[in-house]
């Protein structure tokens, strides 16, 4: 009974290495397809978008302020896709433009759509300094930490932001 024991668990651990070699083997390969799926859907809704855009601004006859930030931030959204493409790595200042960008939007629409001043105004300037700090920050740290080029690949750093 016991030879039978230990023959199972002998069998399940050489199913269980196996199956880990597999997953090695198979695993980085599933992940970056999955990333490239997901690269290219978020390029494709990104341009889809654009193009409605500028549709919507063909039909109206004009193209307002924030109809001009918003394809700002469509090519931001693609720049950030591209740049990951080229490098796999995800540079945190490209969504910091894109929100900078967004509450210029909002900001625009507050004093020109909505006639508003005052503390709203305030809180969105306010939010669109510290984001533009953090930019700032973010590369002065990389011009004083630069980041390693990855080991793994040919593709080379952003600059470690």
């Not at 500028?54 to 469509?74: H, K, N, P, Q, S």
């Not at 493409?85 to 910091?96: N, S």
Request: glycine share 8%; net charge neutral.
């Amino acid at each position: 009974m016991a030879n039978a024991l230990d023959a199972i668990t002998q069998s399940a651990r050489q199913f269980h290495r196996g199956f880990r070699e597999l997953a090695d083997a198979f695993g980085p390969l599933l992940v970056d397809a999955f990333h490239h799926l997901a690269l290219f859907a978020i390029g494709a809704t990104t341009v889809w978008s654009a193009a409605a855009t500028v549709v919507e601004m063909y039909a109206r006859g004009r193209a307002g302020l924030t109809d001009i930030l918003l394809l700002f931030i469509y090519l931001e959204l693609g720049a950030m896709v591209g740049i990951y493409f080229k490098t796999t790595r995800m540079p945190v200042r490209y969504l910091i433009y894109i929100a900078i960008t967004a509450l210029g939007r909002v900001l625009i629409e507050l004093v020109s759509a909505e006639h508003r001043t005052g503390v709203d105004l305030v809180v969105v300037a306010g939010a669109i300094l510290l984001l533009a700090l953090a930019v700032l920050v973010l590369r002065f740290a990389s011009y004083k930490f630069p980041s390693e080029p990855p080991a793994d690949g040919p593709r080379a750093a952003t600059g470690g932001d």
